[in-house]
């Protein structure tokens, strides 16, 4: 069987790191799942079903699971937070082994994510002037 994962990051607005991590899953097995970051050839595991964490990075972070989307919250990310985080699968009876992907993280690297630059990405220019018109209204900038 030929599993599909992926793993992907964003910085959010108050600094603290994301990490999807995106699996098919085809039956309803368990998922066991382990988080950990390889920084100077040093593995750090962040969260984990198989192993005991380290307790440094554990009470900084958080992991919520929903339909196929493992999602790893570290709060407070800073540069000495930066390498390559690795996510680690296993569900009994759907893949054969631990399924494994990893991406490197540099802090200043990231993009940041904010409603007003997703916005502004992601939409026209005269959508964005429609929009602002109340707002300019509001402070008297534009009378109509």
């Known amino acids: 069987m030929n599993p599909t ?10 600094q603290n790191l994301r990490v999807d991590c995106r699996y098919e899953n085809k039956t309803a097995n368990p ?7 390889l920084k100077d050839n040093r593995k750090r595991v962040i969260q984990t079903t198989l192993n005991v964490p380290e307790n440094s990075l554990k ?5 919520t699971l929903s339909k196929d989307l493992l999602c ?6 800073t540069t000495a937070d930066e ?3 690795i996510c680690e699968l296993k ?7 631990n399924q494994i992907r990893n991406i490197t993280v540099i802090k200043d690297k990231l993009e940041k994510c904010a409603g ?3 916005l502004i990405q992601n939409t026209s220019w ?3 002037l429609l929009l602002s018109l109340p707002l300019l209204q509001a402070v008297d900038f534009v009378s109509l």
């Open 5 to 14: 994962i992926s793993v992907a990051v964003l910085l959010t607005v108050g």
């Open 31 to 37: 998922l066991t799942y382990e988080f950990s970051m």
């Open 59 to 63: 009470a900084r972070s958080n992991v």
């Open 72 to 77: 790893l919250q570290l709060f407070d990310f």
């Open 83 to 85: 390498g390559t985080y």
């Open 91 to 97: 569900i009994t009876g759907d893949y054969t082994g």
């Open 116 to 118: 007003v630059s997703l």
């Open 126 to 128: 005269l959508l964005l």
